[in-house]
């Protein structure tokens, strides 16, 4: 690509400093965009900015609460100024867990997962939406689980939430197709993060035995699929949920 012809293209992935948003960003960045990446907790955003340049890639952090509408709202504003360009890619990944059974769980236990995981992709889809469908390009991604289709013990927060983050793509989906924006749903199965590498050894192998591959996933291959579904080449691709689990559970 000549250096006149190139436009920057942005993609927004939300937790993009956690363990699968980071392989996430690297790859979106190899692949040519500029990357935008959400964090929460202060002080991490230095060394991920300095990691993505030493890969080449164009890179910034910006301090936002997805959970909250205004946050949102306020974000897509800010990189839209401090680019000069809109959203094309948008990788809805934040995430978190507040296990308990229904038993046990509290109000507050529910709502920050609901929040968080699912409200989050509303919040973030009205930021960026319009602009994409007005450009008449656009790719939304959301980062569900494998227990958003299978439930989980314990996990009746977690699983509601990722589970009705396909409906939103399934929906969404149907709104947006004419104008060339694809939306998609990608559903992990238990993946090699820092947080499941964390978990005692022989746990860890239990986990491992019901995976028919017989092993975990790589944040890398999440990052693989989120680049393709991106890309130009996966625009018949739309309402999908892809299972990315190692055969665990098959649908
Ligand atoms: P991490 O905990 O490593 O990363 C999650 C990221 O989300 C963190 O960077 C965190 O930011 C950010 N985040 C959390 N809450 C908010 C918020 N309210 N606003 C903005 N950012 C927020 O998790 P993983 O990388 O493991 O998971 C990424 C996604 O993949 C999640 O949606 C998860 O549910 C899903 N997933 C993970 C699997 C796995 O095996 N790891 C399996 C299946 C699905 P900060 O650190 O600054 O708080």
Known sequence: ??????VKKIALVTGGLGGIGQEICAQLGKAGYVVVSTFMRAGRDEAWTKHMKDLGIEAKAYQCD???????????ANIKKDFGTHVSVLVNNAGITKDGTLKKMTVEQWQDVINTNLNSV?????????????????????IS???????????????????GMHGFTMALAQEVAKK?????????GYIATEMVMAVPEDIRNQIIAQIPVNRLG???????????LASDGAGFITGSNIAINGG????
């Open 66 to 76: 997805v959970s909250n509408f205004e946050d949102a709202q306020a974000l897509v």
């Open 122 to 142: 509303f919040n973030m889809s009205k930021a960026v939406v319009d602009d994409m469908v007005a450009a008449g390009h656009g790719r939304v991604i959301n």
């Open 1 to 6: 690509m000549r250096r006149a012809d190139y």
């Open 145 to 163: 689980s494998i227990n958003g289709q299978k439930g989980q013990f314990g996990q009746t927060n977690y699983s509601a939430a990722k589970a």
């Open 248 to 251: 665990q559970h098959m649908k």
């Open 218 to 228: 790589k944040p890398e291959e999440i990052g693989g699929l989120v680049t393709y």
């Open 180 to 188: 060339g924006v694809t939306v998609n749903t990608i559903s992990p």
